[in-house]
């Protein structure tokens, strides 16, 4: 029965960021494969059996109101968030369904557009909303960030405390919204705009990542935690990768692998190493998402490999998915910032031409960001990849992420 409920939905996630610029919970896409009908009871069994009390809050997003209304008839309280859309509700028996999850106490987010805010009656069945913000919202909430803080020179502004927020296209929105206006968190983050806005400081390494290694080379942690915590940081991988493999190393072959490299270096000499980063890293905190999204692609990559392949092949593929954004990182083509490094061939197929045996992994992982169910189920298709072991794949990644949860009073 877990099988027929995976098999028969395409999934896709977005992650959800607070004002910490910490990940907050992830918006789950559903979208009901074909004509069958989905069975909500197995898929919040299903869920309830992969996520644990450290895993993020997830938000339920179905995709059409037949989907909708199963969530709504079946789930019980404390089921995780139900994301109904606004338009969605003018049908009666969805408004219904509505009304009675509320009253047997699930939690549910309002979605759409700022300018189209329920009325009063409606809202109360809401515990918060996802508002989409149009460029009209974002001209208004900028000038309204810019205006001086006394009238008549403030502007009104349409962000409202406490919701989160879809839309946000630029770093000085984003600023405005969660350290300005008090925003829960927004969905997803504004990638370009903020590497673009950041061009010329430069991108490096994450301190914070820097100096969690270099207190696990002083507890004397195993080779492979150190491994792990390299692979959080991608350009602090690939740094790490261009220097072991630089002439003043003198290796008489190149090292691939972070791992091979680590073995090489010595806890010593990586300790130094490690200590000549810290004083250049940095501390930009809109980094951080830019960071962990890079990483959890590379985590969804990994996990779409077959499981019956082995570790250093594992570790490839990872690498495949950790590199693929390196170009938006570093501004330059990604076929000459991997050939800098003396790679496996494969994982330069999957990351700059996607081919190879590693490619579908990767499409597949970029098709669940962009959250497109033709384009999943069309390369699940092409290279016959079982849907079921998809959605499987992305579950797991996703119950293993953490969140800051804050202190309790």
Known sequence: M???????????????????????????????????????TH???????????????????????????????????????????????????????????HARGLRLVWLGALDALPDTDTARLFDNSLLQL?????????????????????????????QMYEGVASRALLAHCLDQSGALAVAGWPLDDVLHSLRHQGVRPAREVVQKLLKAIDEEQSIDRFEDILSEDPLLAYRFLTHINSAAMGLRTGVDSL?????????GTLSRWLAEQLPHASTEPDLNPVRETMVLRARVTEHLLDAGEGKELRR???????????????????????????????????????????APSLELACALEDSDPHAIVQLCETHEVPLEFVNRALLRVLSELSVERPARA
């Open 2 to 40: 877990v099988q027929s409920v995976l098999g028969s939905l395409v999934l896709g996630y977005r992650p959800l960021w607070n004002a910490a610029r910490r990940l907050a919970g992830v918006q789950l896409y559903l979208h009901a494969e074909g004509t069958a009908r989905v069975d909500a």
């Open 43 to 101: 898929l919040l069994r299903t869920l309830q059996e992969l996520w644990t009390a450290g895993s993020p809050p997830i938000l339920l997003t179905p995709r059409t109101p037949l989907l909708l209304a199963e969530l709504l008839e079946h789930a019980p309280r404390g089921a995780p968030w139900i994301a109904v859309r606004g338009e969605w509700l003018a049908e009666p028996s969805l408004r219904a369904l509505a009304g009675a999850a």
């Open 134 to 162: 149009s460029a009209a919202d974002a001209v208004q909430a900028l000038q309204a960030a810019r205006a001086d803080s006394t009238p008549p020179q403030r502007r009104r502004n349409p962000v409202i405390r406490g």
């Open 259 to 267: 791992r091979r490299g680590l073995v090489v270096l010595g806890y």
């Open 316 to 358: 490839e593929i990872y690498l495949s998915g950790l590199f693929s954004q390196l170009d938006e990182l570093l501004r330059e083509p990604l076929g000459s910032v991997l050939r800098r490094v003396p790679l496996s061939e494969r994982v330069y197929e999957a990351a700059v031409l996607r081919t190879g045996p590693y």
